[in-house]
């Protein structure tokens, strides 16, 4: 089955930085475009970040441009979304995901989230 992992959250302080990683297991990753949201309290989700099959056309939300970097790596079934300059408006849970195809045909996956807290 689809299983997206997150992992690389924690607490750092407003203009710090953070990595975060995503492996994905149960479908074929270098076919996909790749995805990270977040969400804060009481707020929607929103997305972050996106990033096609191959790297080249990553896209950005205008909040966030200029100081996060998402990447990937097809070898190793992983995503990445780098968190620079970070404020206390970027405290959320961030998720990965991905729109499918398998077996039981295409729907949203999500991984289970890691937590970013930006504070001093």
């Known amino acids: 089955q689809v299983q997206l992992v997150e992992s690389g959250g924690g607490l750092v302080q407003p203009g710090g930085s953070l990595r975060l990683s995503c492996v994905a297991s149960g479908f074929s990753f270098s076919s996909y475009a790749m995805y990270w949201y977040r969400q804060a309290p009481g707020k929607a989700r929103e997305m972050v970040a996106s990033i096609s099959t191959d790297g080249g056309r990553p896209d950005y939300a205008a909040s966030v441009q200029g100081r996060f970097l998402i990447s990937r790596d097809n070898t190793r079934n992983t995503v990445f979304l780098e968190l620079n300059n970070l404020n206390e408006d970027d405290t959320a849970r961030y998720f990965c995901?991905?729109?499918?195809?398998?077996?039981?045909?295409?729907?949203?996956?999500w991984g289970q989230g890691t937590q970013v807290t930006v504070s001093s």
């Open positions: 995901n991905v729109f499918a195809f398998t077996s039981s045909g295409g729907q949203d996956y």
